[in-house]
């Protein structure tokens, strides 16, 4: 592979295997099916593989709803073709994998190099870690130049810009691969450096945790620390009801991986993030977290 | 069978069903014509429930052009969108 070849702009007939059918690998199946390219959704449980074809077909509606970004109907493009699969090995043809399993090092260590093992070299692989750096991952891959990351925000089919994360071997044809697929998607990517947490989830992991520390030590409410990130500085959600759209066992995953490779106690999740994560109150996914959703979902 | 004849017209028992359960989802009484997202009551994301309440509640299906934000809007623009989709209905 040089960089010669991946500077010629060829047509791509992308078709993408999404590894994890979870709130984000059935988010970024959503975005890509909305967009036309077929998708193979695997993963290790059956029941949630199950619920994932109505949670896309739900999320297909959400995204033609609210806007041009996620879903395209009215435009003539069709919805690709959704297949799923519990094996691995049977991926079929696919122009790229896209891992988005739990934030562990070691299961997503676990899948990446299982998922290596099941497409050819030059396949681009790509990592939706929240925070664990790209070059670490690579340890678990034969060809490190195929994989990086990409940071997708939840819900991936609303949100245009993505992170894109370069690690050290990473390879020009993986970039430029990359950059063809998050153009199918109708994505921008914004490309950053290969630290822990990258650039959002530095920042935002810590300051949800800060976050969540003034609701523990009674300064604030929840309410009102979210509205003064909303009214105060014009952010469109606060930090803790960002935190339960992330998903707090999320949160918490994050926060320990950046804790553990930057050593920095400003990461150590705080005791009130823990007890939620212990009820099962992770956000708007189980219905409750900071705040109410409801309580059905 | 004719229907007795203090049944509620059929908009107006989708009317109630929806108003109860936007009260159940918020713990809020809403109005039929207020704007549940501009209100801020509901975020735009709550629009996928309401889809999916319509779709198992009343037997329709919403899709193509119907999937736009403002049939979900208030509640009276979603009992108009379920009569249309029921076929007309009385309305």
Do not use: W
Request: hydrophobic share 45%; charged share 20%; aromatic share 4%.
């Amino acid at each position: 592979m040089t960089a010669q070849a991946a500077a010629a702009p060829r047509p791509v007939a992308h078709r993408l295997a999404v590894l994890g059918a979870g709130v984000m690998g059935t988010g970024i199946a959503t975005l890509a099916l909305g967009h036309g390219l077929p998708v193979v959704l695997v993963d290790v449980d059956r029941a949630v593989l199950a619920q994932a074809r109505d949670r896309v077909a739900g999320q297909l509606k959400l995204a033609t709803m609210l806007g041009p970004s996620g879903g395209r109907a009215g435009t003539g493009v069709g919805t690709g073709e959704l297949a799923t699969t519990m094996d691995l090995r049977r991926l079929g043809r696919v122009s790229a994998v896209v891992e988005s399993v739990t934030e562990r090092p070691e299961v997503k260590a676990g899948v990446l190099a299982a998922a290596s093992a099941a497409v050819p070299g030059g396949t681009l692989l790509v990592s939706n870690t929240s925070a664990i750096p790209i070059d670490e991952l690579a340890e678990s891959v034969p060809h490190p130049a195929d994989l990086l990351g990409v940071h997708f925000m939840n819900p991936p089919y609303l949100i245009r810009t993505v992170e894109l994360v370069r690690g050290r071997r990473t390879g020009d044809p993986a970039v430029a691969a990359a950059l063809s697929l998050l153009s199918a998607l109708g994505r921008e990517a914004v490309i950053v450096g290969d630290r822990p947490g990258f650039v959002v989830n530095r920042i935002l992991q810590r300051m949800v945790n800060e976050a969540a520390r003034v609701v523990e030590e009674g300064v604030a409410t929840a309410d009102a620390v979210d509205a003064v990130f909303t009214g105060c500085l014009g952010h469109r959600t606060g930090p803790l009801g960002t935190a339960d759209i992330i998903g707090l066992d999320n949160v918490v995953d994050s926060l320990t991986v950046l804790l553990d490779r930057t050593g920095d106690e400003g990461y150590r999740p705080c005791a009130l993030l823990l007890e939620k994560v212990a009820a099962g109150e992770l956000g708007r996914k189980t219905g409750r977290g900071f705040f109410e959703y409801g309580g059905a979902r | 069978m004719s229907a007795p004849v203090h049944a509620p017209r059929p908009d107006e028992a989708v009317t109630r069903d929806l108003l109860a359960f936007l009260q159940r989802r918020t713990r809020t009484q809403v109005a039929a014509d207020v704007d549940l997202f501009g209100s801020g009551l509901v975020s735009s994301m709550f629009a996928l429930e309401l889809v999916v309440h319509l779709e198992t509640a009343f037997g329709v299906e919403v899709c193509g052009p119907d999937l736009r934000l403002d049939n979900f809007r208030t509640v009276e623009a979603m009992t108009a969108l379920v009569s249309r989709l029921r076929g007309g209905g009385d309305g």
